[in-house]
């Protein structure tokens, strides 16, 4: 069993984040007769695991549903994350493909920030923010929509 400290010091989390994925059912914690928090050291891979699904853009919903699968008796196994991970597979495979449609047109980006040119298919296809009026739309935002 490892404290609260130990753990954050193990994975970089923030103590209160730990207490927040605690909060959240996506760690678990026993507590000692003076009320402190004991996790067992198969939480490091929880939490790794938690946070590298944060960077990968899953949000705390899509992570809670996924690891609500692993087994809370004891330390997951290989074949438990690999059941875990393929219910992310999709979303990945979603934001994979809109990460290089992105890297893709911005090469075609012109940069200045008007957002209304008919060519621009990042934040304007086929020129949508024209009824909006003329210039930057999209980043003023008084007077956006």
């Known amino acids: 069993m490892i404290t609260i400290g130990e753990l954050s010091g193990r ?11 605690e909060e959240r059912g996506l760690i678990t914690s026993e507590r000692t007769t003076g009320n402190q928090r004991r996790y067992r050291r198969s939480t490091i891979r929880r939490v790794s695991v938690i946070r590298a ?24 196994r290989r074949d438990d994350w690999a059941r875990m991970s393929s219910a992310w597979r999709e979303r990945l495979d979603e934001r994979i493909a809109a990460l290089e449609l992105l890297r893709d047109d ?6 200045c920030g008007c957002l209304s040119l008919a060519r621009c298919s990042l934040l304007n296809p086929q020129d949508s923010a024209a009824r909006l009026g003329p210039g930057a739309r999209y980043l003023i935002p008084s007077r956006a929509k």
Request: charged share 15%.
């Open 11 to 21: 994975t970089g989390v923030a103590t209160s984040a730990l207490r927040f994925y």
């Open 53 to 76: 699904a944060q960077r990968c853009g899953l949000s705390l919903d899509e992570i809670t549903e996924a690891m609500a699968i692993l087994p809370s008796d004891r330390p997951a």
């Open 106 to 111: 911005l090469s075609s980006c012109i940069g």
